[in-house]
């Protein structure tokens, strides 16, 4: 059973920061596209940043891009998000997602491309 792990999270004010962590197993992580999504009440799950684990090449949202650094660690099967500068609109829960499918261009952003799933954790930026 694939399990992924997540820590990080919780209340911070608007220009804050937050760091949130997605440990998974070594199967699930070696060349995985590993990454985050996040979902508001009545709204679809986006995406955020993702990761190839094979190599490192990163992909972000336009919404987040030089605000969030996503990056990973090998010796721990860790995958992390630096989030700086929180905006009020950043306010969701984040889940952590991961896949076999190498993080292409046409898959990355869809939620229903990833196989695993973290718990979720939440993310509030109050202004």
């Known amino acids: 059973q694939v399990q992924l792990v997540e820590s990080g999270g919780g209340s911070v004010q608007a220009g804050g920061s937050l760091r949130l962590s997605c440990t998974t197993s070594s199967h699930t992580y070696e060349s995985a596209c590993m990454g985050w999504f996040r979902q508001t009440p009545g709204k679809e799950r986006e995406g955020v940043a993702m990761?190839?684990?094979?190599?490192?090449?990163?992909f972000y949202a336009s919404s987040v891009k030089d605000r969030f650094t996503i990056s990973q660690d090998n010796t721990k099967n860790t995958v992390t998000l630096q989030m700086r500068s929180l905006k009020p609109e950043d306010t969701a829960m984040y889940y952590c997602a991961a896949d076999s499918s190498g993080c292409l261009v046409h898959t990355r952003w869809g939620y229903s491309s990833y196989k695993w799933w973290g718990q979720g954790t939440q993310v509030t930026v109050s202004s």
């Open positions: 990761i190839y684990t094979d190599g490192g090449s990163t």
